[in-house]
């Protein structure tokens, strides 16, 4: 029974060795037939040797609103829908085309890590918008104040305490 496990499980490493041998370098896209209601679609093997697929669709709920996305794949299977690298939504067909080419050629030449970094950055940007809309002010310090020279040989510095309290020395 053990000899028959260790059978399946190299039978299975060696499979997983023959599919990332015919897996196509780093870098490659390759243009796919569209689903049902997708204007584009490619399969991108990005330039740090991640699978991906840039579609490009027309949401039906936002009327004339286009969605271009990456989502992760594994072993020849679209995998985490839901859980995408990157999506962004297009007002028209064109704008929704551009960023669908500026997608794949960011993934095929620059990788994960670049598109990760874009979405962070967009993601600041709106939640700073968001905030000057709202008019909400961060906290700033208090500017440096200079403490007087204390000639006892005794280490102090200010602590927050409550008002009317008696100032604290540490020895």
Not at 112 to 120: H, S
């Amino acid at each position: 029974m053990a000899r028959s496990a260790r059978a399946q499980t190299s039978q299975a490493s060696q499979a997983d060795r023959i599919l990332s041998s015919m897996q196509p370098p780093a870098g490659t896209v390759r243009t796919c037939a569209p689903y049902r209601g997708e204007t584009a679609r490619h399969r991108v093997i990005s330039a740090d040797g991640y699978d991906y697929v840039v579609a490009t669709l027309r949401e039906t709920r936002a009327g004339t609103a286009y969605l271009t996305g990456a989502y992760p794949v594994s072993r020849g299977y679209l995998v985490m829908v839901r859980q995408s690298l990157y999506e962004i939504r297009s007002q028209s067909a064109g704008e929704a085309r551009g960023r669908h080419d500026q997608l794949v050629e960011a993934l095929a030449q620059a990788g994960v890590r670049l598109v990760r970094a874009q979405r962070a950055l967009a993601a600041r940007r709106r939640a700073e918008k968001r905030e000057a809309a709202l008019g909400v002010e961060l906290p700033t310090l208090a500017p440096h104040t200079p403490f007087a020279a204390d000639d006892s040989g005794m280490l102090a510095f200010p602590l927050p305490m409550p008002q009317g309290a008696d100032p604290v020395t540490l020895s």
